[in-house]
Each structure stands twice: as structure tokens, then as C-alpha cells.
């Protein structure tokens, strides 16, 4: 059973990213502009749909907006194949001469895509599955409670709900360790060996959760926390807030959504702005560890 190099894959990574930027942003420049601009027109569309759909109350109105949102997340999985792709030939199979452009749309970009669709078509499943073993729990719990009377029905709670706490953790922890095992590795398998990567993925990764999760803490904990400070910072300490004290107003939660949308609205350019820049580090924080890793778990080296 071969083990990820976790040290070695972390340095690498931050090495491809940081110390080559410039190969970073001439493969993946075009996929990012697309990206952004798309995400622009279609988030600012839904900001003012949803704020006008709050104001009046009528959610009804939110449905074609989700329809544009789902539309536009099908091209996004497109375009991050695209990115994904380019990182990993470029730390795979890499070319003699420098390379400032590579969009298209060959196998190994479907292949990847494939290999996306059907990793959330198994998360989906994963996910009813354990709403379905939940609600089941959850009879069975209400089916025992009352049989023991009101003063145990409510002794008894606090072990019920703990149950289900017990329950609910154990299902987010399979769900992050399937996704962990099955996608780290989906991309450069798709492109190096054919397939979706799913099963290779799956295959290569035995053993070595934990060195994935460790990696993942080292390279995109970093980058998702700049990304929440650049949230904060155009938009406020208070777009963190969840404002739970408004939970059973509705008329006040609306109201706060409403104003949320609007000021997310008028910073929406220059937050988009940033995370324009901040792309290249993501995606190559992204994308490269798995390459990475991949190479050190099959013994394949770069072959310019």
C-alpha cells in the first residue's frame, strides 16, 4: 500500500503555485476571465431577482433564478475541468516550450467532467440515503418514547437527540471521507489512465485519507481563508454573522436577507474583482495537490 507524501506534496504545491504564477495564470487566464464574468452577470441577476422576491414575499419568483443559477453551474464544472486538465498536464506531462493558452475541449476534459457528475450523483444518493435512515431513526425513536409514558418521554429525550446528533456526525464524516477518496485523485486518473478516475481514485487513496485531509488543511484552508477575509473586508464583520435571533421572525429574516442582497449588490464588482485575482492561487491549490500526489503513488514521472 503506497503512502502520499504529505510534506513533499505540500511544498511542491505551494512551489507550482507560487513560485510558477506566471504558468499558473497562462494556462488557466481564459477559464478564469469566463468564469468571472459569467458569475458576475448571472449572481448580479439573481441578487436583484431574490432581493425583489423578498421585498414582495412572493419566493415564487426565485425558481427561474435556481434554473440560471443550475445552468450556470453546469458551464462552471466545464470550465473547471478545463483548469484542472491544464494543471495536471503541465505537472504530468509537461511541455518543452512555455504554454500561455489552453482551453479546449478534448477527452480528458469529458473525461473529467464525467468523472465531476458522477461524483455528485453519488453524493446526492449518499445524502438521501441517510435523510431516509434518519427519518426511519426518528419514527422508531418516536414510536418508543410515548410508549413509556410522558415523565420518561421526556427523560428520554436527551438521549434521543443525542442519538441523532451521534447519527448525523457519523453520516457528515462518511460523506467527507467517500468524497475525500473518490475526488482527490478523479483528475490526474482521468487524464493519465482514461475513465472517470472515480474507481482509480478510490483505489489509490486506500489508506491514506488522513494524509489527504492533512493536505487539504495545508493548502485550502489557507486560500479559503483569504477568501472570507475579502468577503469581511468589502462587505463587513457582519456578513459573518448568521443572526440566529431572528430565526422565528420570518417578516425580520426576509427584511435582513433583502438588505443583505442589496449590499452584496452594490460591492458585487469589486468583490468579484478579488476573487479574479485570488483564482490562480485557488485553483492552483486546487488542482496540483492531487497531481502531485498522484505522480509520488504511481511512480510516473514528468515527461517533457
Not at 427561474?64 to 443559477?69: A, G, V
Request: hydrophobic share 55%; proline share 6%.
Amino acid at each position: 500500500m503506497n503512502k502520499i507524501p504529505v510534506i513533499q506534496t505540500i511544498k511542491e504545491s505551494y512551489r507550482f503555485t507560487f513560485g510558477g504564477l506566471g504558468t499558473v495564470i497562462g494556462l488557466i487566464w481564459l477559464p478564469i476571465i469566463l468564469l468571472t464574468v459569467g458569475g458576475y452577470f448571472i449572481t448580479d441577476q439573481y441578487i436583484s431577482g431574490m432581493s425583489g422576491a423578498l421585498q414582495s414575499g412572493d419566493l415564487a419568483q426565485s425558481g427561474p433564478l435556481f434554473l440560471r443559477l443550475l445552468s450556470f453551474g453546469f458551464v462552471k464544472i466545464v470550465l473547471q475541468a478545463m483548469i484542472a486538465v491544464a494543471i495536471v498536464h503541465e505537472i504530468l506531462k509537461p511541455l518543452k516550450r512555455p504554454l500561455f493558452l489552453r482551453f479546449g475541449l478534448g477527452p480528458s476534459e469529458f473525461r473529467v467532467v464525467g468523472g465531476y457528475f458522477g461524483l455528485i450523483a453519488l453524493m446526492i444518493v449518499f445524502i438521501v440515503i441517510l435523510v431516509i435512515v434518519s427519518m426511519i431513526i426518528g419514527f422508531a425513536i418516536g414510536a418508543v418514547l410515548p410508549a413509556a409514558g410522558t415523565a420518561a418521554g421526556a427523560v428520554m429525550s436527551k438521549p434521543a437527540a443525542g442519538i441523532a446528533v451521534l447519527a448525523g456526525l457519523i453520516g457528515c464524516f462518511a460523506l467527507i471521507y467517500i468524497f475525500a477518496r473518490l475526488g482527490f485523485l478523479l483528475a490526474p486518473a482521468a487524464v493519465t489512465e482514461g475513465g472517470f478516475g472515480l474507481e482509480r481514485s478510490w483505489q489509490l487513496t486506500q489508506g491514506n485519507f488522513w494524509r489527504i485531509f492533512a493536505i487539504a488543511l495545508a493548502t485550502l484552508v489557507p486560500i479559503a481563508i483569504a477568501a472570507i477575509l475579502i468577503d469581511v473586508a468589502v462587505l463587513g464583520p457582519d456578513s459573518l454573522n448568521p443572526h440566529l435571533d431572528l430565526a422565528r421572525d420570518q417578516a425580520a429574516r426576509l427584511r435582513h436577507s433583502a438588505e443583505q442582497m442589496r449590499l452584496l449588490s452594490a460591492h458585487l464588482p469589486l468583490l468579484m474583482g478579488l476573487q479574479f485575482l485570488l483564482a490562480p492561487f485557488a485553483y492552483g491549490m486546487t488542482f496540483a495537490p492531487a497531481a502531485f500526489a498522484y505522480r509520488a503513488l504511481t511512480g510516473k514521472a514528468p515527461t517533457p
